[in-house]
């Protein structure tokens, strides 16, 4: 099934900034999907990402705070911008495994902190 | 009503005990449901899927799906300290596999010796 490779693993931004997640899949893939873990919590489905369409956001994410790009198939980047304390959080790429039931594989999550 | 609710932990075991873990989902049109494993600090990692009502087996775990009763669970025999973690429950709601996979809210599992 697929690897996906995902950066930075951690960081730590002031708030009113922005910070860029990368994920790169080792294989091509149609769907790209974007999660947020909040401290203690289980995971949320910020939007799902096709190449060459807008992504699609769930109730509560909006495209000027998570823009999402997906230029090819084997990539995907999840912007987090004009950052505040409540956006810490872990954020976590994944796409549809081919094996396993079709769930999905996640990356490895980037741990963001906003002070 | 939440979309995917599993039972609140945290639960703790003995090693070498099983550990039930229980997941309802409110789409009665659901067909494919998964549990993941999360240990701290790391991403889920999927450890078991199930498609089809009874139970299916894959090594030292089961899971068990109802789907009259909306219920779904994982049964770890044999309970080791390196099963302690958080698992999820995770649907694919709305009828398809091509969905929004929808996760519980999970369940600390703490295996102690």
């Known amino acids: 099934s697929a690897v996906i490779s995902q950066k930075p693993s951690r960081d730590i931004c002031q708030r009113g900034t922005s910070l860029t997640i990368q994920c790169q899949v080792d294989s091509q893939v149609t769907m790209m999907f974007w999660y947020r873990q909040q401290p203690g919590q289980s995971l949320t489905l910020i939007a799902t990402?096709?190449?060459?369409?807008?992504?699609?956001?769930e109730s509560g994410f909006v495209i000027d705070k998570f823009p999402i790009s997906r230029p090819n198939l084997t990539f995907s980047t999840l912007t987090v911008s004009n950052m505040s304390p409540e956006d810490s959080s872990i954020y976590l790429c994944?796409?549809?495994?081919?094996?396993?039931?079709?769930?999905?594989?996640f990356g490895s999550g980037t741990r963001l902190t906003v002070v | 009503q939440k979309e995917v609710e599993q039972n609140s932990g945290p639960l703790s075991v003995p090693e070498g005990a099983i550990a039930s873990l229980n997941c309802t989902y409110s789409?009665?049109?659901?067909?494919?449901f998964f549990w993941y494993r999360q240990y701290s600090g790391k991403s889920p990692e999927l450890i078991m899927f199930?498609?089809?009502?009874g139970d299916k087996e894959d090594g030292r775990f089961t899971a068990q799906l109802n789907k009259a009763s909306q219920y779904v669970s994982l049964l770890i025999r044999d309970s080791q300290p390196s099963d302690s973690a958080t698992y999820l429950c995770a649907v694919f709601l709305g009828g398809t596999s091509y969905g929004k996979l929808t996760f519980g809210q999970g369940t600390i599992l703490t295996v102690h010796p």
């Open positions: 990402a096709n190449q060459g369409s807008e992504a699609t956001y």
């Open positions: 199930i498609y089809s009502n």
């Open positions: 994944s796409t549809r495994t081919d094996s396993g039931g079709y769930g999905y594989t």
């Open positions: 789409d009665r049109g659901s067909q494919s």
